[in-house]
């Protein structure tokens, strides 16, 4: 299949330094290594992502706007990009993506692989294809329970960082957070985005923060922006001053983290890739979503949470942030190790670049025993589209009638 030219497409019009964003580039690269013709279309990013400069393979930037024209220029775009660099196969790595990408599938009969990366699942039914890649179980579980998709179609992937690439001490771009650590107290750094989906999760480590700082000091670092921002600043402040500033809560702002960063802290929390980077740098890391903190990722815990993408939905805590800070030292003399080979074994992107040419081969197979023609292709693009109309107007009509 070396001879393909492969194009990802990432759907979203914010590229923002998200785990969505960052997989799909190290996703692409193993891709491009593998020996294949590879671009990525994206939206050009509000900031500098070092991962794209180090990347080798093509790039197509085009800016989209929700509701201000990505319905027309998207699909125009990607269109455009695949006829004139002659693409054979699109790599849909979100929904959008997928239903951008419907022109170009269409009138040019181009195969398109869907990813669908994590939380509880697209905002409406995939597409009808084979090849769906998923990142976790519990969307190989929802997935075809809620829309009626035959598992034959679906393939369970984790596989999307370069553990390689965090063992190299020049993949740094410098220290933001070594000033006014003191030895003896214990550091926590979040990475996330602070928009209102994921500001629980911080609420919640927050609260963890809290009550270590009833007894003994502990300093938090909150890397990331968000609209959610202002409102967890005033709860930081408000710990600082309950507990007699023996919590000290700064934030940095939004920025690429590297291992650097990641290695001046005792613990990093969070979910997602997040907590896999940390991982990879040598950082113990632990799980805290919305509904609360899950505790330290072990070889017990990591297998339990990685059902969920690593965000804990449906899982009681392992553990308090208490009895993580007071058990690192053991942890990372008996276990860490072996955690790292574990996360390696299960999210090495060597295994996602197998999953994305199992993908290609199921879709292209389609292709050729059913015939496939542009009216089978737009009975599927558009089915999908009614669907997710039908969607998200219940979506509205729930939302202005609770």
């Not at 997989?23 to 891709?31: Q, W």
């Not at 410098?174 to 999760?201: M, T, Y």
């Not at 003994?216 to 500033?245: F, H, M, N, T, Y």
């Not at 613990?267 to 979503?289: D, F, H, K, M, N």
Request: proline letters at 4%; a positive charge; glycine letters at 8%.
């Amino acid at each position: 299949m070396n001879y393909l030219k492969i194009l990802f497409v990432l759907g979203g019009a914010s590229q923002t330094i998200g785990g969505h964003t960052l997989s799909a580039i190290t996703l692409a690269n193993y891709t491009y290594e593998r020996g294949y013709d590879v671009g990525m279309l994206l939206s050009p990013a509000p900031s500098c992502i070092f991962d794209l400069e180090n990347c080798k393979f093509r790039l197509h930037y085009k800016k989209a706007l929700y509701g201000k024209g990505a319905l027309l220029n998207r699909p125009s775009d990607i269109f455009q990009i695949v006829k004139n660099y002659h693409y054979n196969v699109i790599i849909a790595m979100d929904w959008y993506a997928a239903m951008y990408s419907g022109l170009a599938a269409v009138w040019g009969k181009v195969p398109v692989v869907q990813v669908i990366a994590g939380g509880k699942g697209p905002p409406s039914s995939p597409l009808n294809l084979p090849g769906i890649i998923l990142f976790s179980e519990e969307l190989m579980e929802n997935i075809p329970a809620k829309f009626g998709l035959g598992s034959e179609k679906l393939i369970l992937s984790r596989g999307r960082i370069d553990f390689n690439a965090y063992k190299d001490p020049t993949n740094g771009q410098g220290s933001a957070l070594s000033n006014n650590h003191k030895q003896g107290v214990p550091r926590v750094l979040s990475v996330s985005r602070l928009n209102k989906a994921k500001g629980p999760s911080i609420l919640a480590l927050f609260d963890q923060v809290e009550q270590y700082a009833s007894e003994k000091p502990i300093e938090c670092i909150v890397i990331g922006e968000g609209d959610a921002k202002p409102a967890l600043i005033l709860r930081a402040e408000k710990i600082e001053k309950e507990s007699s500033s023996r919590a000290k809560i700064k934030f940095l702002g939004g920025f690429r983290v590297n291992q650097s960063h990641l290695q001046q802290a005792d613990l990093v929390v969070g979910q997602g890739r997040t907590v896999l980077e940390a991982i990879a740098s040598g950082v113990p890391a632990a799980v805290c979503g919305e509904n609360g903190y899950y505790g330290l990722l072990t070889t017990t815990s990591l297998p339990a949470l990685a059902t969920t993408n690593l965000t804990g939905r449906q899982y009681n805590p392992f553990s308090t942030l208490t009895e993580d800070l007071e058990r690192l030292i053991e942890f990372r003399e008996q276990e860490e190790s072996s955690v790292y080979e574990l996360a390696h074994s299960m999210y090495d992107a060597s295994l996602g670049v197998e999953a994305v040419e199992k993908a290609i081969r199921l879709i292209m197979d389609y292709f050729a025993r059913v015939k496939i023609n542009r009216w089978t292709l737009a009975s599927v693009w558009l089915e999908s589209w009614r669907i997710g109309i039908i969607t998200l107007l219940r979506k509205k009509i729930m939302k202005n009638n609770p």
